[in-house]
């Protein structure tokens, strides 16, 4: 019985320490494509982690609305539009930020939680990469999704691919 309960106790420790550190990797691992020269990504990543949103309230909507606020000390702001098709599972997440570093980039992805406490990684975003003006937009296609959660996600925005710090968030909304 201890056996059990120390093998399962482990299990979620490294469950737990795996999603984290996906906070922090190159996006391009997760994604089948890089930025084109026009500042749009366009990706297909697997739903791999679609197992936690089993515990979020989901909505039978297929779009949801985040708008994107600065973390302290930045000055990053932006939008992000998620689509749902019902027919073939496929979410797709197009993100605007602006106010970033001028030709930097910045890895972005979909956590459960709330902006005040966001969790564990669900699903990875394109990079954000800046142009001259520090405008960003990214659009990635995420494969397998069943429903987009009434509430639960949370988009995180990161400060480039070696620094983990979040310079902008937002809340996923859905709408009607």
Same mark, same amino acid.
Request: glycine share 8%.
């Given at each position: ?40 990504? *366009? !990706? +297909? ?10 515990? $979020?309230?989901?909505?039978? @909507?297929?779009? #949801? =609305? ?47 939680? *709330? !902006? +005040? ?10 990079? $954000?990469?800046?142009?001259? @003006?520090?405008? #960003? =937009? ?39």
């Amino acid at each position: 019985m201890a056996s059990k309960v120390l093998a399962t106790a482990a299990g979620v420790i490294v469950a737990a320490s795996l999603g984290l550190a996906g906070c922090g990797t190159d996006n391009t691992a997760n994604n089948t494509s890089s930025a084109s020269t026009n500042q749009t990504a *366009t !990706t +297909a990543a697997k739903a791999t982690k679609t197992d936690k949103n089993t515990d $979020l309230k989901t909505s039978a @909507n297929a779009s #949801a =609305t985040v708008t994107l606020s600065p973390s302290k000390d930045s000055k990053v702001k932006g939008t992000a539009t998620l689509t749902l098709d019902p027919k073939t599972h496929e979410l797709t997440v197009v993100v605007k930020a602006s106010g970033l570093a001028p030709n930097s980039v910045h890895p972005e992805h979909i956590h459960t939680g *709330t !902006t +005040a406490k966001p969790g564990a990684e669900v699903y990875a975003l394109a990079n $954000l990469t800046a142009d001259k @003006n520090g405008d #960003a =937009t990214s659009t990635t296609v995420i494969k397998g999704v069943k429903n987009i959660p009434a509430s639960g996600w949370v988009i995180l925005v990161h400060q480039g691919p070696k620094d983990v710090k979040v310079i902008a968030s937002g809340d996923v909304k859905t709408t009607k």
